[in-house]
């Protein structure tokens, strides 16, 4: 079992950036692929990016690819997502979520075997 607690989100203006952290415990980090999703108001969850759980590996969906980066540190169990150049369309409750892979290597985009609650962002314009 793995727990999940976000944090980090708030109220940016447009171009500003934020840092979103998932605390993970319960279970060995470095053994889990990370994914971080996102729900904005009346839509649908969207997978946002994602790292293998060697952490050589990364995904991001095409709105976010070279403005959001994710990196790991496995000595605070703790996954991160980079947020720069926010846009008013970013606004969402962001969330993180765990996969148990088979290959190291794989970086999910659903599927996920554990979640956390959320961290709210808003961007204004």
């Known amino acids: 079992q793995v727990q999940l607690v976000e944090s980090g989100g708030g109220l940016v203006q447009a171009g500003g950036s934020l840092r979103l952290s998932c605390a993970a415990s319960?279970?060995?980090?470095?053994?889990?692929?990370m994914g971080w999703f996102r729900q904005a108001p009346g839509k649908e969850r969207e997978f946002v990016g994602g790292?293998?759980?060697?952490?050589?590996?990364?995904s991001y969906t095409n709105s976010v690819k070279g403005r959001f980066t994710i990196s790991t540190d496995n000595a605070k169990n703790t996954v991160y997502l980079q947020m720069n150049s926010l846009k008013p369309e970013d606004t969402a409750v962001y969330y993180c979520?765990?996969?148990?892979?088979?290959?190291?290597?794989?970086?999910?985009?659903?599927?996920?075997?554990?979640w956390g609650k959320g961290t709210l962002v808003t961007v204004s314009s």
């Open positions: 790292i293998s759980a060697s952490g050589r590996y990364t």
């Open positions: 979520a765990a996969k148990i892979t088979y290959y190291s290597s794989t970086v999910p985009s659903d599927g996920m075997n554990y």
């Open positions: 319960g279970r060995t980090f470095s053994g889990y692929a």
